[in-house]
């Protein structure tokens, strides 16, 4: 699915988790509550934000975690283009104020 959104081309896809590449540390005790609520709603409620060149995720490494700990092999993931100016300036006050 490709949504464009004011020069934002944004593609939604399911990603092998092990292609993903975490790297930021994580509270467990979110990753365990994000889990139940994965479980009770038999859904993810958003995709993480993943770089669309090496899958490094930008945010969700909680929501990552909280799949591999289910056992998930895949993960919806919000593909972007990190070097795009509006992507990257995007990025940072975002990620600073996300929780998983």
């Known amino acids: 699915m490709d949504i464009n959104l004011q ?4 593609k939604i896809s399911l990603i092998e988790i092990d292609q993903l590449k975490p790297h930021e540390k994580i509270i467990e ?12 709603e038999n859904n ?18 909680h929501r990552y975690n909280s799949l591999k700990k289910l056992g998930c092999t895949l993960a919806p993931c919000c593909l972007v283009n990190y070097d795009l100016p509006q992507i990257s300036r995007f990025m940072v006050p975002f990620s600073e104020h996300s929780e998983h």
Not at 7 to 10: C, D, E, I, P, T
Not at 47 to 58: C, S, T
Request: hydrophobic share 45%.
């Open 7 to 10: 020069k934002w081309q944004l």
């Open 29 to 40: 005790r979110q990753v365990d509550e994000i889990a139940s609520e994965i479980l009770r």
């Open 44 to 61: 993810v409620r958003d995709p993480m934000i993943v770089d669309d060149k090496d899958y490094v995720i930008l945010d969700g490494m």
